[in-house]
């Protein structure tokens, strides 16, 4: 090899051996690039799994604070469902003004509910889609509520018209027949108020005092018939006792022969013949006197054995 040949081979491994040693620091920046780029990446996915975590436990937040509403909402319908719906639904048809209350609050009553709906869910959307359908949930018990408690007042409001009708009709047929008027205008007072309990109170009284009055009514009555009813008997025993009575003795007289009157039947008894001469002179023993007329003196009588003395 010549020294020409040399010299261009040592050339040739100079600029072999140099751009070997340049090519260095570019490596060592692209595994810095590399593990920079791979912090990044790390960095970057944690923060997203970060706030991936955040916003479903927001989104399991908001449908629990929703399941909440719902549960305060279905306990509020539930208790008036099993209680004063319930009761008012029991109300006769006869004690309402409007029966057709009653007819709509029992179908009101018979309302399906929503089915229910779990927060638990896997995924951020799933959540959201559940807390939506809490809210209607929740919003539907709520207007039911408001609705159902409209109809319970409003057979609330229908019995009270049929309890101020009555009182009222009750307070127009007593007049004049009760025993103390002031239950009446404590009646009229509770009907312009229309107050059910000072109502249910005054038509009590109204009721006891129109009993008082009957009775009272039915005794002096029953007083009046029994005193006229002794006056009549009274009446017909004096009647009787007249009719039965004998009537007193009276004498009568009739030409000088002696008549008497007995008792009721008229009969008179004459003296007889006999002793006609005994009578003619004064009678004794307390006898009513006889009257005698003395014949003429020195006439004959014609009767034998007479003494014309005499």
Do not use: F
């Not at 205008?185 to 109170?201: C, F, H, N």
């Not at 001469?277 to 006889?290: D, E, I, K, L, Y």
Request: hydrophobic fraction near 35%.
């Amino acid at each position: 090899m010549t020294e020409k040949e040399k010299a261009i081979e040592d050339e040739t491994v100079e600029l072999s051996i140099e751009p070997t040693e340049k090519k260095k620091p570019h490596r060592r920046r692209a595994v810095v690039i590399t593990v920079v780029a791979l912090a990044l990446l790390a960095a970057g996915g944690i923060a997203w799994k970060t706030h991936t975590d955040r916003l479903m436990a927001e989104a399991r937040a908001d449908c629990a604070a929703e399941s909440e509403r719902l549960h305060v909402a279905t306990t509020a319908y539930n208790a008036l469902l099993d209680d004063q719906a319930a009761s008012m639904a029991k109300t006769d048809v006869k004690s309402v003004k409007d029966a057709k209350t009653l007819d709509v609050l029992s179908k009101a009553m018979m309302s399906s509910t929503p089915k229910a709906v779990s927060c638990k869910a896997d995924s951020r959307d799933a959540v959201v889609t559940a807390t939506k359908a809490v809210t209607a949930n929740a919003s539907w018990y709520k207007a039911h509520t408001r609705s159902l408690n409209g109809l319970v007042k409003a057979v609330e409001t229908s019995k009270l018209d049929k309890t101020v009708d009555d009182a009222d009709a009750l307070y127009k047929e007593t007049d004049g027949k009760v025993a103390d008027g002031k239950t009446r205008a404590s009646l009229l007072d509770a009907i312009k108020k229309r107050d059910a309990d000072a109502i249910a109170k005054a038509v009590k009284e109204v009721n006891e005092s129109k009993t008082a009055k009957e009775q009272a009514d039915a005794e002096a009555k029953a007083r009046a018939e029994q005193e006229a009813a002794a006056a009549a008997a009274q009446q017909q025993a004096q009647a009787s006792q007249s009719q039965s009575a004998p009537q007193r003795q009276t004498p009568s007289y009739s030409g000088g022969s002696q008549s008497q009157s007995q008792g009721s039947s008229g009969t008179v008894r004459r003296p007889s013949s006999e002793g006609s001469s005994s009578s003619s002179s004064a009678n004794t023993g307390g006898s009513s006197p006889g009257w005698s007329v003395p014949a003429p003196s020195g006439e004959d009588t014609g009767l034998p054995g007479s003494d014309p003395g005499l």
